[in-house]
């Protein structure tokens, strides 16, 4: 007899609910890697060069405020899906397609200022935006959802995973963590493409993430993946203005890397960095040890089918 279906998608919560929905789908024999990582990774007829692929949605009430400029949505919708290829190593991205569900009711001019919003990303990253697709929502469903899909390129050597890290490697993350919403920066974030690229070329870069729904939830994903344990220095965490420990571990949508290297960086390492990316902390937080060793950290982090809105 199969196994019960249990409970709602709330009781599982996202891990679960995709590990349990993407079970028994097949992946295709080009397939590197899918669900579970930040991008799904194919091999291509281009011997040493992958592909990659994602979707990402931003919806109104949940991912943004009723009222929100809307080019500054539109630059989150394109720029979560670019944080996901700084997350692989820094992959190249080339094309995507946009999918638009809004209300007859929506202003053109609101529409216009969204895609403004892609464009600007597209430009500043270097893809293209080749098509997608438009519906509407349910009668008496007013919000906006827009989903941004993602291809794109990387040299197979420089793809990263969060499966790689290992005890003793160091725990390291780019930027200030905590405070998005209050901030703003959820929805004005610079993805770290350039940044994952020159960590992956110049440290022992064995495993990489991107810190979306917050440290709490997202670096026990890594040592998951890794089958490691980790020890996180809670003094050491780079708090943003205004954030305190709970907010830079729970709050979620840093959009900063989450980075597990092997060895110390060399001090002349850490000056170029400083010199590439300035005003931008890389910081070292902790270090991943012996599966079954180091810290329980559970709780806090975001869940798309726990509580409410997000922002
Ligand atoms: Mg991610």
């Given amino acids: 007899m199969a196994e019960a279906t249990p409970g709602t998608l709330r009781d599982l919560g996202e891990d679960a609910v995709i590990a349990r929905l993407c079970a028994a789908l097949p992946g295709g024999p080009d397939l590197v890697a899918g669900p579970g990582d930040d991008c799904a990774v194919m091999r291509t007829v281009v011997p040493g060069q992958w592909r990659l692929l994602k979707t990402d949605c931003v919806v109104?009430?949940?991912?943004?405020?009723s009222g929100t400029e809307p080019e500054r949505v539109g630059w989150k919708a394109a720029a979560r899906a670019v944080s996901d290829f700084a997350a692989m190593g820094?992959?190249?991205?080339?094309?995507?397609?946009?999918?638009l569900i809004a209300p007859p009711e929506c202003p053109m001019a609101w529409a216009e200022g969204l895609y403004a919003g892609l464009r600007r990303c597209a430009e500043r990253f270097g893809f293209g935006v080749v098509g997608g697709e438009t519906s509407r929502p349910p009668a008496g469903c007013a919000g906006v959802i827009v989903s941004v899909a993602l291809?794109?390129?990387?040299?197979?050597?420089?793809?990263?995973?969060?499966?790689?890290?290992?005890?003793?490697?160091?725990?390291?993350?780019?930027?200030?963590?905590?405070?998005?919403?209050?901030?703003?920066?959820?929805?004005?974030?610079?993805?770290?493409?350039?940044?994952?690229?020159?960590?992956v070329e110049n440290l022992g870069?064995?495993?990489?993430m991107d810190l979306s729904d917050g440290l709490a939830r997202d670096l026990p994903r890594m040592a998951a993946r890794s089958g490691v344990g980790f020890r996180l220095d809670g003094a050491a965490l780079p708090l943003s203005s205004g954030s305190d420990l709970a907010g830079a571990l729970g709050d979620g949508e840093d959009y900063e890397l989450l980075v597990a290297i092997s060895g110390e960086p060399a001090a002349g390492q850490l000056a170029e960095w400083g010199r590439l990316f300035p005003g931008l902390a890389l910081t070292r937080?902790?270090?991943?040890?012996?599966?079954g060793a180091g810290d329980g950290l559970t709780a806090g982090g975001w869940d798309p089918f726990e509580g409410g809105a997000e922002t």
């Fill in 205 to 208: 870069v064995t495993a990489l």
């Fill in 90 to 99: 820094g992959a190249q991205p080339e094309e995507a397609l946009i999918t």
């Fill in 60 to 65: 109104e009430g949940v991912h943004f405020l």
């Fill in 285 to 291: 937080i902790g270090e991943f040890v012996p599966f």
């Fill in 151 to 199: 291809s794109g390129t990387i040299a197979a050597d420089r793809c990263r995973f969060r499966s790689g890290a290992r005890p003793g490697d160091g725990i390291w993350t780019t930027g200030q963590l905590g405070g998005s919403f209050a901030s703003g920066k959820h929805l004005d974030f610079m993805p770290r493409l350039a940044e994952a690229r020159w960590l």
